[in-house]
Structures are given as C-alpha cells and as structure tokens.
C-alpha cells in the first residue's frame, strides 16, 4: 500500500506545481491578464444575456481553448528564449508558428461571440 501513497503524494504535487504555473501566467503574463479579462466580461454579458446551456458549454470551451493556448504560446517562447537567446530564423519561426495557433483560435472565438451575442440585440 505504500506504492499507492506515494502514487497520491505525487499527483498531489504535479497539481501544485500545475497551480503554481496557473498563478504565474496570470499573475507574470500581460497577454493572459487580457484573455481574462475578456473571458471575464463574456462571462458576465452570459448572465446579462442569459444565454443557453449550449452557448454557455461553447463560451466556456472556447475560455479554455484560448487561455490555455495562450500558456502553451508563453511556455514555447520561453524554452525559445532559454535554449537560443541570439537571433535566429528556425527561433523566429517557432514563435511565429505558436502565436499563429492562438490568432486562429481567437479569430474562432471572436466569430463565436458574434453568433452567440449579435442576434440578442
Ligand atoms: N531569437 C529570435 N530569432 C528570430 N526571430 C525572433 C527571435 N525572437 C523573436 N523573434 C521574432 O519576433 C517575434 C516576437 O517575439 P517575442 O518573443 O517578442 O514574442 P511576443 O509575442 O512579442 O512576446 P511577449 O508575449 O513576451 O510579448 C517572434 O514571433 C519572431 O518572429
């Protein structure tokens, strides 16, 4: 039995490290301070709104999607920066490459807000 406390200490552990990771992108980041802020006042034209169960499942999907691609987009610009701070092409292609997944992720979000939102006025 021991095996298995130790199994439960480390899971314990991983998701204190995950939520000391949570709090550093929210509280290091300007670009995830943003996100949520805007997931912020999405959630609160939801309640204003009273949207659907669906559109609620929908907004909060694409909450997570977005912040969540905003982290993985920080973590790979500072193992970036971390294995090669000088200039180099493959570097400025990896960046753009992960800022790209996010930009197509946020013009997604941004057309489903307007399909939520634009018919309640
Ligand atoms: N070491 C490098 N070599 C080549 N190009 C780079 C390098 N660092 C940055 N770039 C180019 O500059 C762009 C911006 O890089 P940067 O790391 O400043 O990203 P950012 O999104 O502005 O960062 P932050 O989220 O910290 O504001 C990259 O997408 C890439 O095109």
Redesign the pocket.
């Known amino acids: 039995m021991p095996k298995k406390e130790s199994f439960l200490v480390n899971r314990l552990k991983s998701v204190g490290y995950a939520l000391k990771g949570a709090i550093l992108l929210i509280t290091k980041?300007?670009?995830i301070k943003i996100q949520l802020g805007v997931a912020v006042l999405v959630t609160i034209a939801g309640f204003y709104f009273e949207i659907s169960k669906t559109e609620w499942l929908i907004q909060i999907l694409t909450i997570a999607l977005i912040i969540g691609l905003e982290g993985v987009?920080?973590a790979i610009?500072e193992v970036?920066?971390f294995v090669?701070?000088?200039?180099?092409?493959?570097?400025?292609?990896i960046?753009?490459v992960?800022?790209g997944a996010v930009f197509i992720a946020a013009i997604c979000a941004a057309i489903m807000g307007c399909i939520i939102y634009i018919p309640k006025f």
């Open positions: 980041e300007s670009s987009n920080t610009e970036a920066n090669h701070p000088e200039y180099h092409k493959k570097i400025g292609y960046k753009d992960a800022a």
